[in-house]
């Protein structure tokens, strides 16, 4: 039968509470210090005009109903004409995110200063999570638990009769380090908040963020998909 315990009030003074503090403070410092190390970079026009041609499709897209049948036809030609359509791209030109990043040494360098951003402060501070914090039982969620969540919230204490409920310290770093995306949004604004889980992902894939799909071919496809009400057929 699973044990309960009575937490002292000085866990929560000296080790949830600071733990989380930390955390946070160290999470809006990674953030400064990754815009600080971001170099500067001219636009490239090529860029600048391809996006502003998506936001035009996307434009005529949304307000294709408000303009007669014969001019919906010519503007969708003019974006999605496989001769000479500013959104069609033949086959085999298409870029490639991860052989434009290495390409670019720039790209490249920027990439090794934001993992190396996540990848230091992380190091440094679980190192000091495991060294004064380890096998404290930090806190209790009040609510229970199959034993399937053991592993993941009781890190570092290998009791089986204490209740799945319990949280170790070591657990209580890795909740905030994977949950605080919510605060941070508050804090830099939902743009700049970015958990280490989506860092993670954009790590293992060299740079190429596999959340963003190309927008100028979901653009076309809908531009070429879509029945005009003046009309019944493309």
């Known amino acids: 039968m699973a044990e309960d ?43 600048v005009k391809e996006g502003q041609v998506v936001v035009r499709a996307r434009n005529l897209r949304a307000g294709a109903n408000f303009i007669p049948a014969k001019s919906f036809r010519a503007r969708r030609a003019y974006f999605s004409n496989e001769e000479n359509g500013l959104l069609h791209v033949p086959k085999g030109q298409g870029q490639n ?34 060294f004064f914090f380890s096998g404290f039982v930090a806190a209790k969620i ?59 992902m954009q790590m293992g894939g060299f740079g190429f963020d596999p959340t963003k799909i190309d927008t100028a071919k979901v653009v076309l496809t809908g531009i070429d998909g879509y029945c005009h009400w003046g009309y019944t057929a493309l």
């Open 5 to 47: 315990l009575v937490l002292d009030t000085a866990i929560r003074d000296w080790v949830l509470i600071p733990l989380t503090v930390v955390m946070i403070l160290i999470g809006i410092l990674r953030y400064f210090v990754s815009k600080l190390m971001q170099s500067q970079q001219t636009p490239d026009a090529k860029v």
């Open 142 to 200: 009040p609510f229970p638990l199959t034993q399937r969540f053991r592993s993941m919230l009781q890190n570092g204490i290998d009791l089986s009769t204490v209740d799945v409920s319990y949280v170790s310290s070591r657990s209580w770093y890795f909740l905030n380090l994977f949950g605080l995306r919510g605060l941070f949004s508050l804090i830099l604004g939902e743009e700049n908040a970015m958990d280490d889980t989506q860092r993670m």
């Open 97 to 130: 995110p991860q052989a434009q990043m290495f390409s670019d040494p720039n790209m490249a360098m920027d990439m090794m200063k934001k993992n190396l951003s996540m990848i230091i402060p992380q190091t440094l501070t679980f190192a000091w999570v495991n």
